[in-house]
Nanobody, 124 residues
Framework: QVQLVESGGGLVQAGGSLRLSCAASGRTFSNYVMGWFRQAPGKERVFVASISRTGGSTDYLDSVKGRFTISRDNVKNTVYLQMNSLKPEETAVYYC?????????????????WGQGTQVTVSS
């Protein structure tokens, strides 16, 4: 079992930046691929980014490449999502998730553990 708690969401103007954090507890954090997803009202949950166990490999939604950066600190048991040049259409609840076996996936159903989400609102 892994418990995940997100933080760092908020209200930001278009073009601004936010850094989301996700603190993990429970089983060994470094065993898991970690992912970030987002869900806008009335829409399905979609993949944003994922990172390998060591942090050496990452994967991104095409539309966020070059603007978002996922990273992790296996000593602090935390995964981060740095979001720059935010757009109003990226307003959503952002969730972090843990996947085992530690294989990359963009499918939310492949992730067994989820945080409660943090709201990100980007104003125009």
């Amino acid at each position: 079992q892994v418990q995940l708690v997100e933080s760092g969401g908020g209200l930001v103007q278009a073009g601004g930046s936010l850094r989301l954090s996700c603190a993990a507890s429970g089983r060994t954090f470094s065993n898991y691929v970690m992912g970030w997803f987002r869900q806008a009202p009335g829409k399905e949950r979609v993949f944003v980014a994922s990172i390998s166990r060591t942090g050496g490999s990452t994967d991104y939604l095409d539309s966020v490449k070059g603007r978002f950066t996922i990273s992790r600190d296996n000593v602090k048991n935390t995964v981060y999502l740095q979001m720059n040049s935010l757009k109003p259409e990226e307003t959503a609840v952002y969730y972090c998730a843990a996947r085992w076996p530690p294989v990359f996936s963009k499918r939310w159903g492949d992730y067994a553990y989820w945080g409660q989400g943090t709201q990100v609102t980007v104003s125009s």
